[in-house]
């Protein structure tokens, strides 16, 4: 009889009619989910990044240092300059001065006048002291005067009731200031003598041993 022979359709001997795909074994969405790219950077990229920021920062201060040594150079410089200048400054200022002395040692190596030769010293003293007007510097005001002991150094006190107790009777060496134009700045202390009053007397020059009134 036939049939049964063409009551069923071919068969397909390798069974591929039976076989049933799993999900997600290969199908198009199943491919763009498996290739999608992932988001964000991943360690080695940042690692990257600060590798090349520490780069940036090492050299961005060695720059600093460079551009700092070089400016602390200039300055040093500058300022050895300044100084040379202001010592020639001050020598074509007092070389005149110099000269006038040597003429007055030799004038006075030739003659016996010594009022001559004291006026001429004087003429010289002055001199010197007008050139260091001219560049701010002062003499400090000494004799007559109240101690300071910021411009003032005492080397000797003498008791004495002519005088009152603290002031400046004798100056043994002169001191300078100098005006920086800030001020005024100390270049040398002048040495003085210094009254003070008489063991036991009081302040104002009576014995210490009367009764005050």
């Known amino acids: 009889m036939h049939g049964d022979s063409t009551s069923s359709g071919p068969r397909d001997e390798s069974g591929a009619g039976d076989r049933v795909t799993p999900v997600g074994a290969g199908g198009a969405g199943d491919s763009a989910v498996a290739h999608e790219a992932p988001k964000g950077e991943g ?30 150079k200039r300055t040093r410089r500058e300022l050895e300059e300044a100084r040379r200048s202001g010592r020639e400054d001050l ?3 007092l070389l005149p001065v110099f000269d006038n002395l040597e003429r007055a040692i030799q004038s006075g190596q030739r003659t016996s ?86 063991s036991g007397d009081a302040p104002n020059g009576e014995s210490s041993d009367e009764p005050a009134n």
């Open 113 to 198: 006048d010594v009022k001559a030769m004291t006026e001429g010293l004087t003429m010289v003293g002055r001199q010197f002291t007008d050139a260091l007007g001219r560049e701010g510097i002062a003499r400090v005001a000494t004799v007559g005067k109240a101690f300071d002991p910021g411009v003032h150094e005492a080397i000797q006190q003498v008791e004495t009731n002519e005088h009152q107790a603290g002031t400046v009777i004798a100056e043994v060496q002169p001191g300078y200031i100098v005006n920086t134009g800030s001020g005024e700045r100390l270049l040398r202390a002048a040495m003085v003598v210094v009254a003070r009053g008489k």
């Open 91 to 93: 020598l074509r200022t």
């Open 43 to 72: 360690p080695a990229d940042s690692l990257a990044d600060a590798q090349a920021e520490a780069v940036r920062l090492k050299d961005a201060l060695l720059r600093t240092a460079a551009d700092y040594d070089n400016f602390r």
